[in-house]
């Protein structure tokens, strides 16, 4: 397999697109102005991201005839699907909020059996919460830090947007396996599961171990023979780990590309992060 180091890629045309609405680890923003060299030059019928996340591929690709979008997030997906089907009832309850850590650590500890105010809920704490990190303790209740943020935690404007580029995207939570379901011929798949393996390290990481093992980098494996076998594309993101190389060496394209680390505290050491990019796009 040829490495392409350094990568001189494409930027994408500016469009007038809706941003992700969540702050999300492990985002693809960074990714959006390499799109023209790895979206199918032929173009593709429907589009396929079964770990969604804060949806910034997704949302960057226009126009998509049709969506399958999906995470075992089942808290995410709910978010998705209701701002999709009231968005102005999620910003009427927005603007409901207040932005003090009074106001978020009470609101942190609410379980909210209204679906609109639980999506409402969700978004506020993502935008007013420590580097929009997604973390639950074992009980399931989320415990992240509140940060004092310059940004407003409501874009409204935004959020309308989102909620139309929605309109032709069927939502469902799970494992990626049951996008099988969904994939048909000149389709596009794109995959970002959390990464196993630290980056540019030999370690594994414990935590990330568990939320994606190395079994299921395995069994995301196969779901790309799948992909190939019904005449499909995909395109793969994951760490720079020579585990890695060896679990998607398939014959197809491979990218070695560096980003911002943007994860991290006050003191974490934030430099260059080096992701790899499998494809089989021409």
Known sequence: MKIVEPVTL??????????????????KN?????LDTLVPIKGFRNYHEPFLG????????????????????????????????????????????????????RLRTKVCQDPIKQA????????????????VNLQGEYNVPFAQRAKGFLEADNLRLVSKSLRNATLY??????SKEYIKKGDFVFLD??????????????????LFSLNDQIRLSSLIDFIKSKGAYYVLT?????????????????????????????????????EYVFTNAR
């Not at 494409?10 to 985002?27: D, N």
């Open 10 to 27: 494409k930027s994408s045309k500016t469009k007038e697109i809706a941003k992700p609405f969540l702050r999300w680890a492990g985002g």
């Open 30 to 34: 960074w990714l959006i102005k390499h």
């Open 54 to 105: 804060g949806g910034s591929i997704f949302l960057s690709l226009k126009p998509i005839e049709q969506a399958y979008l999906s995470d075992l997030n089942k808290e995410l997906i709910s978010v998705y699907m209701w701002l999709k089907a009231d968005p102005e009832g999620i910003i009427n309850v927005l603007r409901t909020y207040k932005k003090s850590a009074e106001f978020y650590y």
């Open 120 to 135: 409402a809920r969700f978004i506020y704490l993502n935008q007013t919460s420590f580097n929009g990190i997604y973390r």
């Open 173 to 178: 939570y799970g494992d990626f396996e049951m």
């Open 193 to 210: 599961p959390p990464y196993t393996v630290s980056h540019n390290k030999n370690g594994f990481i414990k935590y990330n171990q568990k």
């Open 238 to 274: 994951n760490a720079a780990h020579k585990t890695i190389e060896d679990i998607f060496e398939k014959g197809d394209r491979m990218l070695k590309l560096n980003r911002a680390n943007l994860i991290g505290g006050i003191n974490a050491q934030r430099g260059q992060t080096t």
